[in-house]
Each structure stands twice: as C-alpha cells, then as structure tokens.
C-alpha cells in the first residue's frame, strides 16, 4: 500500500529557504498515472494548495507563492520535494505532501505532516 | 483564480441527524469537486470526487451532489465518528482551491 512520509527541519529562520521531502513507499512515484501536490495548514485555518507536479514534469504552482516556490522529483530515490524561499513568520503551518490520480485529481493518499515553524 | 465559499461555517448536530453541507464556486467547475474530512491533527480524508463518488472505504451514508458552481456533501445520520471539518476543493483549473471549512460538533 503506497505510503508517503514528510522529512524536513521544524524550524527555520525567517528570510530563509524551507526544505521539505516527501519519501514514497509500497510504489513508484514514476507512473503517468499519478501526479504529487503539496498543501500547507497554518496552525488553527484552513487548507492552502502550494503546488503540484506530474510525470511529465510539468510543475503548477499558487500564483500567491509563485516566484519563491520549487517542486522536484528525484526518481532514483522516489521522492519528491519543497522549496520555499524567503519565508516569513506567517507561513508557519503544518506542511503535507499527498498523491492524486491523474483520472480523479484529487488528493487521495496524503502523509502525516510535517510542523515548519519560521521563527528567529 | 476560482473562489470557493463554504456554508455554513460551523454547525452543532446529534448523532442521527442528516447534514448538508454547501459549497459555492465563482465560476463553473463542471464536477471537478472534492470533498475532505479531517480530524485534529490528522491529515485530510478523500471522501468524495468528482462530486459525486465515492472513495473507497467511505461509508455510504455520505454522498455528494452538484455540478457548475453549487455543490452539497450530505451526511444521512451522523454518526460520532463524523464530528470533524469538512473541506471542498476544486480540481477543474489551477490554482486548486479549497473551501474554508465547515467544523461540525456536537450538540
């Protein structure tokens, strides 16, 4: 059963560059059937979509995170991963990466989370 | 950007009761709507896509209705285990958005 897993530091300083990455187990993460996303959670709010990015390699990104934001694939380890530069303080939220199926687009595997807190 | 408006934003129910749950796009979406559930601290839930099936391993006594720009997650008899935020997301276009939220609680 596919299974993913959220890594990354907990803390970061403001201004600086969040990493995160979401290990796939049980599958492969390289199947045009399938495409991964990656959606934050502020402590307390709601849900906010930070991107997606499909086999093909196509990446497709909230327009309000544009210009600071990354996603990646590195088949040979079947991860995929976060980078979101400059941080502030009021992007402290709990970070999920998840898959969705390429026929029904939604998000129907997700990991557990991981806490990013953006404190000096 | 689609906008997507949940209501109501909170609501207390009993166990047995039948809720339903709105939720309105600013533009059409077809049925390229999803629901979640998520309980605190825990991920979210794929309940419902494409507005109107169900996921596997859901219970049949939540299901979805709804196309264009008006949607409803109905839940038959709420059970004790249902008390959670409920969140819409549309999957029509980028950006993906979702909903604000509806907390259901107990009354």
């Known amino acids: 059963q596919l299974q993913l897993q959220e890594s990354g530091p907990g803390l970061v300083k403001p201004s600086e560059t969040v990493s995160l990455t979401c290990t796939v187990s049980g599958g492969s993460i390289s199947r045009s059937s399938y495409h991964w996303g990656w959606i934050r959670q502020p402590p307390g709010k709601g849900l906010e979509w930070i991107g997606s990015m499909y086999y093909s390699g196509s990446t497709y990104y909230n327009p309000s995170l544009k210009s600071r934001v990354t996603i990646s694939v590195d088949t040979s380890k079947n991860q995929f991963s976060l980078k979101l530069s400059s941080v502030t303080a009021a992007e402290t939220a709990v970070y999920y990466c998840a898959r969705a199926l390429a026929v029904t687009r939604a998000f129907d595997i997700w990991g557990q989370g991981t806490m990013v807190t953006v404190s000096s | 950007d689609i906008q997507l408006t949940q209501s109501p934003s909170f609501l207390s129910a009993s166990v047995g009761d039948r809720v339903t749950i709105t939720c309105r796009a600013s533009?059409?979406?077809?049925?390229?709507l999803a629901w979640y559930q998520q309980k605190p601290g825990k991920a979210p839930k794929l309940l419902i896509y494409v507005a109107s099936t169900l996921q596997s391993g859901v219970p049949s006594r939540f299901s979805g209705s709804g196309s264009g720009t008006e949607f409803t997650l109905t839940i038959s008899s709420l059970q004790p285990e249902d008390f959670a935020t409920y969140y819409c997301?549309?999957?029509?276009?980028?950006?993906?958005?979702f909903g604000g939220g509806t907390k259901v609680e107990i009354k």
């Open positions: 997301q549309q999957l029509n276009s980028y950006p993906r958005t």
């Open positions: 533009q059409g979406i077809s049925s390229y």
